[in-house]
């Protein structure tokens, strides 16, 4: 979804929400939230958002098997640009949306735009609100230590 109509819908709805234009902000901030990042899979015939924390990597079949599906695909990064970029209208963002469990215990949560080099940080209750994600084990840790 371009950033303009993301910020539309928000003023719309009427949470506050921050916005950095110096991309992903680094720890010169020090109340910066979690970042996460979104995926786009498609289970049998449907659409989903998957969010995760940066730090950690989707397993898809903990997604598939939370959303009790037979089949399971991730989309690349441009069709799920193009899915959201062509919804039919700025209220159409219903699409069912899984949320890493662990993501449930910030206080905010900030998702960085690549393509706008920018960065929306909104409250862990706004987000709630809004999106209505089904919060769930979706990740392995990538930064694990291996066993000895």
Request: aromatic share 8%.
């Amino acid at each position: 979804m371009p950033i303009h109509r993301l910020q539309k819908w928000l003023k719309k709805l009427e949470h506050p929400y921050k916005l950095f234009t110096e991309g992903p902000v680094g720890k010169d901030h020090d109340d910066y939230p979690v970042l996460a990042r979104i995926f786009m899979v498609k289970l049998d015939n449907t659409r989903v958002l998957a969010v995760l924390p940066f730090s950690k990597q989707l397993n898809i079949e903990l997604l598939k098997e939370t959303a009790q599906a037979r089949h399971a695909e991730l989309l690349s990064d441009a069709q799920m640009h193009e899915s959201l970029a062509t919804s039919a209208n700025d209220d159409d963002l219903d699409v069912e949306l899984y949320a890493d469990r662990s993501l449930s215990f910030q206080d905010q949560i900030a998702f960085y735009l690549a393509h706008t080099k920018q960065t929306v940080v909104l409250s862990m209750t706004d987000y709630i609100k809004l999106a209505k994600p089904i919060f769930c084990d979706l990740a392995e840790n990538t930064h694990q230590i291996p066993p000895n």
